[in-house]
């Protein structure tokens, strides 16, 4: 049986990817060498960014149950060592980042914008009744309001005060009442203060939120993003270029038009736009008259140019507004109301477009056979003192 050509497992390894940078291990520079032996052993060195690394056994998992798919592999045996400092700061230029995450975002398995082209189309009302419906169908959840400006996370999830630090310095988010795991820059600033800072400081801050909070292990998080496609849409397609963008608009024309620019943005990025929701889709009065006050077919017509699926259209809802000002997300106050039942249906939408396991788990082919077991004598832990 002929054995793999190193080119071969580096290929299979370029399935690895590093949950918190969002890229593949190879694309990094994380695989620090390959040997193949004439018993078809395969032995790979993984360079992690820190020697406590939280996700050390992702990485060997994900590595055994790609290498193994090769032909002529019998077992494969992963070992660690860690980036020099120089090496660090190489990847840090490459990337263009201040510092390496160390482990904030290692458990989230999907992240998702929220986003719009323009102001006032419900995004963040979106935003919190997603998170807690997501949260309510059994789908840990957090939500990271990312519109420093215009914050309002915090008061639609009815949770406000100073966050703690943990003991490994991380901030910790805080729990709303419906279960949602909440981080936002009005916790930081005194009530209704205006956050008057130019972009270095907004890149600074986000970039804080994302690898400085202790989010551990949560299905979605979902980041709510200001309007158009300033400094905040470029950094966070920086920090997560894996994270996907669904996009709200109201079905008027002049909203619809608008909202395709954040679209437009995000393929310039190459971030994956995963659905359309258009909101105030319609006004139903009591005793069942219908009037399409802000227009009708905006969200398909976007859906449509941007070839994604219209995952909700939600009525437009006094309720909704009720609620979301009293910090008691409607889909959790009143589950049966028409704009309840719209937004479970649309989290519902992008659980079933969304992976349901860590993007480093993952195997290139869904049915390809379980691993042999790893054995062997184990590489050692090679720890470059910095």
């Given at each position: 049986?002929?054995?793999?050509?190193?080119?071969q497992?580096t290929?299979?390894?370029?399935?690895?990817?590093?949950?918190?940078?969002?890229?593949?291990?190879?694309?990094?520079?994380?695989?620090?060498?390959?040997e193949?032996?004439?018993?078809?052993?395969?032995?790979?060195?993984?360079?992690?960014t820190?020697?406590g690394?939280?996700?050390?056994?992702?990485?060997?998992?994900?590595?055994?149950q790609?290498?193994?798919?090769?032909?002529?592999v019998?077992?494969?045996?992963v070992?660690f060592?860690?980036l020099?400092?120089?090496?660090?700061g190489h990847?840090?230029?490459?990337?263009?980042?201040?510092?390496?995450?160390?482990?904030a975002?290692?458990?989230?398995?999907?992240?998702?914008?929220?986003?719009?082209?323009?102001?006032?189309?419900g995004?963040?009302?979106?935003?919190?009744?997603?998170?807690?419906?997501?949260?309510?169908?059994?789908?840990?959840?957090?939500?990271?309001?990312?519109?420093v400006?215009?914050?309002s996370?915090?008061?639609?999830?009815?949770?406000?005060?100073?966050?703690?630090?943990?003991?490994?310095?991380?901030?910790?988010?805080?729990?709303?009442?419906?279960?949602?795991?909440?981080?936002?820059?009005?916790?930081?600033?005194?009530?209704?203060?205006?956050?008057?800072w130019?972009?270095?400081?907004?890149?600074?801050?986000?970039?804080?939120?994302?690898?400085?909070?202790?989010?551990?292990?949560?299905?979605?998080?979902?980041l709510?993003?200001?309007?158009?496609?300033?400094?905040?849409?470029?950094?966070?397609?920086?920090?997560?270029?894996?994270?996907?963008?669904?996009?709200?608009?109201?079905?008027?024309?002049?909203?619809?038009?608008?909202a395709?620019?954040a679209?437009?943005?995000?393929?310039?990025?190459?971030?994956?736009?995963?659905?359309?929701?258009?909101?105030?889709s319609?006004?139903?009065?009591?005793?069942?008259?219908r009037?399409?006050?802000?227009?009708?077919?905006?969200?398909?017509?976007?859906?449509?140019?941007?070839d994604?699926?219209?995952?909700?259209?939600v009525?437009?809802?006094?309720?909704?507004?009720?609620h979301?000002?009293?910090?008691?997300?409607?889909?959790?106050?009143?589950?049966?109301?028409?704009?309840?039942v719209?937004i479970?249906?649309?989290a519902?939408?992008?659980?079933?477009?969304t992976?349901q396991?860590?993007?480093?788990?993952?195997?290139?082919?869904p049915?390809?056979?379980?691993?042999?077991?790893?054995?062997?004598?184990?590489?050692?832990?090679?720890?470059?003192?910095?």
């Amino acid at each position: 049986m002929p054995l793999p050509t190193e080119d071969q497992i580096t290929e299979k390894l370029r399935a690895v990817i590093d949950p918190e940078l969002r890229r593949s291990i190879v694309e990094l520079g994380m695989v620090r060498s390959i040997e193949v032996k004439e018993s078809g052993r395969v032995e790979v060195v993984v360079s992690l960014t820190t020697a406590g690394c939280p996700i050390r056994s992702h990485f060997e998992q994900a590595v055994a149950q790609n290498v193994s798919q090769l032909e002529g592999v019998t077992e494969v045996a992963v070992g660690f060592d860690v980036l020099s400092d120089e090496e660090k700061g190489h990847l840090q230029q490459t990337l263009g980042r201040g510092k390496l995450p160390q482990g904030a975002l290692a458990k989230v398995k999907n992240v998702i914008c929220v986003s719009s082209g323009k102001g006032g189309v419900g995004k963040s009302t979106m935003t919190a009744n997603l998170a807690a419906a997501l949260n309510a169908e059994g789908h840990s959840a957090g939500a990271l309001d990312c519109d420093v400006y215009g914050y309002s996370i915090p008061r639609m999830l009815g949770v406000n005060h100073k966050p703690e630090v943990n003991g490994e310095r991380k901030i910790l988010p805080l729990d709303s009442p419906s279960g949602v795991k909440v981080m936002s820059i009005g916790f930081f600033v005194e009530e209704n203060s205006a956050v008057v800072w130019r972009g270095p400081m907004l890149h600074k801050a986000i970039q804080q939120f994302l690898e400085d909070v202790a989010w551990d292990e949560l299905e979605y998080l979902l980041l709510d993003l200001p309007p158009g496609t300033g400094d905040v849409s470029m950094t966070l397609a920086q920090l997560l270029p894996q994270a996907k963008i669904c996009v709200v608009t109201t079905p008027q024309p002049a909203a619809q038009s608008v909202a395709k620019r954040a679209a437009d943005m995000a393929g310039k990025v190459d971030l994956e736009v995963l659905g359309v929701i258009e909101n105030m889709s319609g006004f139903t009065t009591p005793d069942g008259q219908r009037f399409t006050i802000f227009g009708e077919g905006g969200g398909q017509l976007l859906a449509d140019e941007l070839d994604v699926p219209l995952v909700g259209k939600v009525p437009l809802s006094e309720e909704l507004r009720v609620h979301a000002d009293e910090g008691t997300p409607l889909v959790l106050a009143d589950p049966d109301s028409p704009a309840s039942v719209a937004i479970r249906q649309a989290a519902r939408g992008i659980v079933a477009m969304t992976p349901q396991e860590l993007p480093v788990m993952q195997a290139e082919t869904p049915t390809a056979p379980a691993p042999p077991p790893i054995g062997g004598t184990e590489l050692p832990v090679v720890q470059v003192q910095s």
